[in-house]
């Protein structure tokens, strides 16, 4: 009986996945086109957001444009937004809260909040 039930969970499981693994399929077909859908869902989500709109992400449809809105940067250059968001401003790097801020130490500094 317990095999059975284990049995059958096992297959709910592998059920439920067939979606998601078919998506994977889909995207590791055509990485380059399964990259730009990313890019357009980032740059949906960073509408009506302090941070988008600094930084003209509505104006950004290709990847070069993102990279030129967006440069490489590190945690300093982040904090003052960062800081935005710890103190409850609403929409600074998303539209959507932070669940969280896990405080983590590096080797440049002695601590970081990242949310």
Aim: charge should be positive.
């Amino acid at each position: 009986m317990r095999r059975a039930i284990l049995s059958a969970l096992n297959l709910a499981y592998r059920t439920s996945l067939v979606g998601a693994w078919s998506r994977f399929l889909d995207a590791a077909s055509d990485p380059d086109r399964a990259q730009e859908r990313a890019l357009r869902r980032v740059l949906a989500r960073a509408r009506g957001t302090a941070f988008g709109a600094a930084h003209g992400l509505s104006r950004a449809r290709t990847l070069a444009d993102f990279q030129r809105a967006v440069p490489i940067r590190g945690y300093d250059e982040l904090e003052p937004w960062i800081d935005r968001v710890r103190a409850g401003e609403p929409s600074v790097l998303t539209r959507e809260p932070p669940l969280a801020f896990e405080k983590s130490s590096g080797s440049t500094r002695s601590s970081k909040y990242v949310p």
